[in-house]
């Protein structure tokens, strides 16, 4: 994805040129360093594939682990978006959406992109900023449901906000399509367009979710899971 970055970040073109060539010497020496692993370990189907496409190498998926924070309060009237306030979290298109919809949207984190965005948005959507691990899983707790408009290699958002209660409403690609279960967790949209994210969200709202099946899958990515499998796969391991 180094192209894409560049072009978030506006490099100009002699950085550009410069930072071509040094690409080019990293990857040559990435998969040379590849070639030495004796066994990988994928976070996700998303990375397993690309391992299998870059490396020729096969890979045993291990989701990362959660750090749970269960919650189930009464709901309000918002829906929640949160992470690095970056072109690439895709916050923009969230922003687009709900100026539309007039529904209220939370935004969650800070970032280069802030400024820009703040002059996207509505008066009906709120710029929160870093919060503690405690205010986080009050405001998913109480939202409406989480929008995950990005693509992730996996992605915590999506197991934070179901620990707390909180839906997702999630593009249908990378690692969310690994977390979510459309319909019963949440609701996954197939076009990173503002018009697919205000149908995603009105399904949603039809939804009648229980919080007993959004706390079960978000505790299929927990610590512990990941520490039984991380030893597992280290005691079949044999090296060659």
């Known amino acids: 994805y180094w192209p894409k970055y560049?072009?978030?970040?506006k490099v100009g073109p002699i950085r550009r040129m410069a930072i071509r060539r040094m690409v080019h010497r990293l990857r040559i020496w990435d998969y040379a360093g590849a070639s030495r692993v004796d066994r990988f370990i994928a976070n996700s189907k998303t990375t397993q594939k690309r391992?299998?496409?870059?490396y020729g190498r096969k890979s045993q998926i291990i989701?990362?682990?959660?750090?749970?924070?269960?919650a189930d309060e009464?709901?309000?009237?918002?829906?929640?978006?949160?992470?690095?306030?970056?072109?690439?979290k895709k916050i923009d298109i969230a922003i687009e959406?709900?100026?539309?919809?007039?529904?209220?949207?939370?935004?969650i984190g800070d970032g280069p992109d802030r400024k820009r965005l703040e002059e996207l948005a509505?008066?009906?959507?709120?710029?929160?900023?870093?919060v503690s691990e405690s205010e986080r899983t009050k405001l998913l707790s109480k939202a409406r449901g989480l929008i995950f408009p990005n693509v992730e290699d996996f992605g915590i958002a999506p197991i934070d906000a179901m620990a707390a209660g909180c839906p997702v409403i999630a593009y249908n690609s990378g690692g969310a399509t690994e977390t979510v279960v459309d319909g019963t967790t949440g609701v996954l949209f197939d076009e990173q367009t503002p018009q697919m994210l205000n149908e995603a969200v009105l399904r949603s709202e039809s939804i009648t979710y229980k919080t007993q099946d959004l706390h079960q899958q978000s505790e299929k990515f927990s610590s512990q899971?990941?520490?039984n499998a991380i030893t597992n796969a280290l005691n079949q391991y044999e090296r060659p």
Do not use: C
């Open 74 to 88: 009464e709901k309000s009237d918002y829906y929640v978006t949160l992470g690095m306030l970056t072109p690439y």
């Open 63 to 70: 989701y990362p682990p959660a750090d749970l924070s269960f």
């Open 97 to 107: 959406a709900f100026n539309v919809s007039g529904k209220k949207l939370k935004i």
């Open 122 to 130: 509505e008066s009906n959507i709120e710029f929160v900023g870093f």
């Open 225 to 227: 899971h990941f520490r």
């Open 51 to 54: 391992i299998d496409k870059f």
């Open 6 to 9: 560049l072009d978030e970040q």
